[in-house]
């Protein structure tokens, strides 16, 4: 008899659904609440279900498996997510990485990583201006856009371009508890090569658009959970000051 092993699905938070519109060949996602109104990303989804929790909300920008540089757009009402562009001989067009990517790639909402006042663990830096990113590193393909539950599980002290670029490495809650991955060592024995891979993609990922190469604050450094989870209040403090 063939036993299959039914895994459950990403815990998305309820109340928002994600809408996708076409404006001049340029796709556009949006969050909706369970009204049907327009809210935004950024400021509207909660940072914690509850502020006493273990899980974070987060939002994928970025499915793994895709080369599309999406973001969250800060400047525009309800703050949707579209594709990045830069400029190829003078001229806008949409952003690409030059290589896959194969874990899933978004933010925490009502979090900033401040570029006005110097980074308070690395003070020689500011923030990059952007909510502080995430690399989620199960194996499955988010693409739902919604916001969901994760378990926070260490994070990269990237310098991207001079500018301090966190990327909190995390996991579904669904996954986190299905595999029993809670923390940085849990992580490591499941994911190792994987994150291997991800500190090595953001070090080179600028240098195939012709930019210099990142770096990291110290080789292989990854901050634990605990140190990251400071970090994170951290940006989510400077979002409300």
């Not at 996708?20 to 996602?29: C, D, K, N, P, V």
């Not at 849990?186 to 994987?194: L, P, Q, R, T, Y």
């Not at 012709?210 to 990251?228: H, M, Q, R, S, W």
């Amino acid at each position: 008899m063939l036993i299959r092993k039914i895994r459950r699905s990403v815990s998305f938070i309820s109340g928002f659904s994600s809408h996708q519109l076409t404006e001049a060949s340029t796709e556009r996602f949006f969050l909706l609440n369970q009204k049907g109104q327009f809210v935004s990303y950024w400021q509207d989804v909660p940072f914690k279900n509850d502020t006493k929790s273990l899980f974070v909300n987060a939002v994928i920008e970025m499915p793994q498996k895709t080369f599309g540089k999406l973001q969250v757009l800060k400047t525009e009402p309800f703050h949707p997510i579209t594709i990045d562009s830069r400029k190829i001989d003078g001229k806008p067009a949409p952003r690409f990485y030059q290589q896959p990517l194969l874990f899933n790639y978004g933010y925490i909402p009502q979090t900033w990583e401040n570029s006005v006042k110097p980074c308070s663990y690395f003070p020689s830096v500011v923030g990059d201006n952007d909510p502080i990113d995430v690399v989620e590193i199960s194996d499955r393909v988010i693409s739902q856009r919604q916001p969901f539950e994760a378990v926070v599980l260490g994070s990269l002290p990237l310098i991207d371009q001079g500018e301090m670029d966190w990327k909190v490495l995390i996991i579904n809650r669904s996954d986190a508890e299905r595999l029993k991955v809670f923390d940085l060592r849990s992580a490591m024995n499941h994911f190792k090569d994987k994150i291997k891979y991800i500190q090595n993609w953001f070090i080179i990922c600028k240098e195939l658009e012709g930019k210099a190469l990142n770096t990291y604050t110290e080789p292989n450094k990854i901050f634990d959970e605990v140190e990251t989870e400071k970090i994170i209040q951290d940006t989510h403090r400077e979002y409300h000051e």
